[in-house]
């Protein structure tokens, strides 16, 4: 799957994945007046307007980004309805071709890691059947618990040619609380990197390893030691725009094949009718905006790159 | 509801909480048979062989016991039915007035934390109508994001008056990977458990507080440090019985008042029947065996406490 994941970047020439992450504040009014007509106010009300929301940005962008990042917690905060809007869009996505980034940042031990492992990314088993639940082509992993909770979704990643991509540095402010800390003289996050590209030797594609990582664009220095540190691993970038990264600061994250990163944005996306920039195409016109910011999006990471 | 938790522990005498982990391998197979006649060998006959699994252990065990720890996972790998099943077990322990606390060791940050943080112990609003999706009273929280992922929780618990236990040191063999790596000489599982004393402090119960932590029956000295840097916390004890933990090593997450600490036992309670002290009960008395376990671990870890 990273082979196809560095394919589909190659053939859109557009390193970036559209996080959908669908806050009910972000839907345009027009379309949850519409489910809740159907539904009423309610959870299932709720996942219908995720979901037409979802649909009509996936329809507007598909044929320029080579993958999508849904956040799991946008829909498991609506129960069981809104997983079923997540599965749907996972399906829907599949259909078009994207490949799917499950924002899940699970992590565990053991069973309890395999668990989530073969749930998301791998089958269970039901008596002689098996079944793919939730089919996501990448995971994301919480790396707290140590290789305990990490191999358990490399082993799964192995059967089925899957990848993950652990957390390595987050973008938000206080993420250097405890993943700056110096060991050794060594900021913890380093030696997870570490972690990563030993992790990511276990189970590797052509050019890059099934293991990637996370590292926050709003961290650019951060972001160039641990290119270096993790060459062959992929680097998931989240915090580009509304978190603050910009074109410029995302160089280094990238080798010098213009590969090795793949850039997030969510709300700068599937939100960008609210955006000064683009709010002339107005809320009815919402999956506009969101094609219009990917264009740009492409522009001023590609423009940075040359 | 910390307070509700003591409350409860004092009640029934018992400092345990019941693992609801259900594996279908835990599963005897009389119980699988009729769920897979009804449904198939599909997701939704793996759900109700579960769903069936723990409501004869409810049954048997909640007249003994303060909570019970669904492992959220466990459901999760059976999609869509699978947590249609997690939730009836949420809804059915509450009916018997049992203490949840969900074990879904969810982090991420901002907003993200905060739609974890409603979806599983509080409401999400759609239009002029609000829900309880979930409803645990407890959740498990990974603290790699730092505050910025564990405050949303907090946010939420003090609406509620529900409370999170913080990963601080896992059961885990790797778990000192990074728990344990030194920053200024003292282990990072420290200053992780220094912050949810912090934490705690922003919402506190009558005695203790309702940020708790958890902290690995694995790890005995550990649990010793870790109680005095954290006094007013309540420490969540996993890896008790199969991960080879006993009572004599668990007296010293304990305060002096004889409170403080919940020992969670899973497979060691529900599937307590594969166990050979229990195994003359035989698969179709299983839920007499889990009985019978939480009668001895009540004795082994309150004999201990003396």
New interface residues.
Partial sequence: MINELVKKIKETNNPICVGL?P??TFIPDHV?EKA?KEHG???A??AEAIWQFNKAIIDATYDLIPAVKP?I??Y?????E???AY?RTLDYCKEKGLVIIGDI?????????S??A??HLGK??????S?Y??AEDFATV????????VKPFIDVCKEENKGIFV?VK??????????D????GKP?YE??GE?VAEWGDLHMGDDYSYVGAVVGATYPEIGKELRKIMPKTYILVPGYGAQGGTGKDLVHFFNEDGLGAIVNSSRGIIAAYKNQQYEKLGPLNFQDAARAAVIDMKEDINSALI
């Fill in positions: 992450d806050q009910l949850k809740y106010e309610t959870l009300g709720a956040q917690a946008m498991e905060q609506y129960g069981i809104g997983l079923i599965k940042k699970r992590g565990d031990i053991g069973s309890t890691s668990s989530y073969y749930g269970v088993q039901v008596g002689s059947k079944y639940p939730f919480n790396p707290y618990l140590g290789s305990d909770g957390l987050t973008s938000n402010p206080s993420s250097g609380e405890f993943q800390q110096l060991v050794d913890l030696l997870v972690k």
